[in-house]
C-alpha cells in the first residue's frame, strides 16, 4: 500500500540551526509533492509543492524542499531556523493513479529561543 | 475573511450521543473534504464531495454521513457517538479534483467522547 513517512516525530532545534526534515514515499507511479505546515493554534496551510519541473522547490518563509526521485524523497529544508518556525509539519504526496492525497504523520518541530 | 471555517472547534460529548459539525468555504472551491486526525497524527481523508456529488469515501463507520446542500457547504453528521471517534476533524477544500494540489483546512474540530 502507498505510504509516506517522516522519519522524526519530534525535532528541537536552537534559533539559528540549520534544518531538514524527512519524507519518503512508497509509491512507483508520478506524483505530486507538497509540505503543509501547522503553526500553533491554527489551521494547516501550504508551505511549498512539486509538481514538475526542478526538483528543488522553493517555498514560503525560506523553507525549501529537494524532490529526489531515485530515493523516493522530498526533504523540507530551511538554512537558518527562527522561533516563529514552531510548528507541525506534514509531508503529503498526491499519487497520478487515484488524485488522493497519502499524508505522513507529521513532524513536530520546536525551536528554542 | 475566513476562508474555510468550521464549527464549533470544540465538542465535549458523551458517548451514545449525536453531534454535527458544519464546515462552510467561500473561496468558490468545487470540492470539499473531512479529514480525521487521529491521536497519533495521521491525516485520514473520510470523504469528498464535488459539486454536492459524493466521489470519495473511504472505509468509515456508516454512523458517520456526510451532507453537502451546496457547494459551499459540507457538513458532518455523527451518530452514536463512540470513544474511538475521539479526534480532530478537518474540512478542506480544493479546485475541481485537487487541480492545483492545494488543500485549504478549516482550524479543525477537535472531538471529545467520554
Known amino acids: 500500500a502507498q505510504s509516506v513517512s517522516q522519519h522524526n516525530h519530534h525535532v528541537i532545534l536552537s534559533e539559528a540551526a540549520s534544518l531538514e526534515l524527512g519524507c519518503n514515499y512508497s509509491y512507483g507511479g508520478t506524483v505530486n509533492l507538497f509540505w503543509y505546515v501547522q503553526y500553533p493554534g491554527q489551521h494547516l496551510q501550504l508551505l511549498l509543492k512539486?509538481?514538475?519541473?526542478d526538483p528543488l522547490v522553493k517555498g514560503i518563509k525560506g523553507f525549501e524542499a529537494e524532490f529526489i526521485k531515485s530515493k523516493f524523497s522530498f526533504n523540507l529544508r530551511k538554512p537558518s531556523v527562527q522561533w516563529s518556525d514552531t510548528a507541525e509539519y506534514f509531508c503529503?504526496?498526491?499519487?497520478?493513479?487515484?488524485?488522493?492525497?497519502?499524508w505522513g504523520a507529521g513532524t513536530k518541530l520546536i525551536i528554542k529561543p | 475573511d475566513t476562508a474555510v471555517s468550521q464549527t464549533p472547534k470544540y465538542l465535549v460529548t458523551q458517548m451514545g450521543n449525536d453531534k454535527s459539525i458544519k464546515c462552510e468555504q467561500n473561496?468558490?472551491?468545487?470540492?470539499m473534504y473531512w479529514y480525521k486526525q487521529d491521536s497519533k497524527k495521521f491525516l485520514k481523508i473520510m470523504f469528498s464531495y464535488n459539486n454536492k456529488e459524493l466521489i470519495i469515501n473511504e472505509t468509515v463507520p456508516n454512523r458517520f454521513s456526510p451532507k453537502s446542500p451546496d457547494k459551499a457547504h459540507l457538513n458532518l453528521h455523527i451518530n452514536s457517538l463512540e470513544l474511538g471517534d475521539s479526534a480532530v476533524y478537518f474540512c478542506?477544500?480544493?479546485?475541481?479534483?485537487?487541480?492545483?494540489?492545494?488543500?485549504?483546512f478549516g482550524e479543525g474540530s477537535r472531538l471529545t467522547v467520554l
Open positions: 473561496l468558490g472551491h468545487d470540492t
Open positions: 478542506a477544500s480544493s479546485q475541481k479534483n485537487l487541480g492545483t494540489g492545494e488543500l485549504f
Open positions: 512539486y509538481f514538475s519541473g
Open positions: 503529503a504526496v498526491l499519487l497520478d493513479s487515484n488524485y488522493q492525497l497519502i
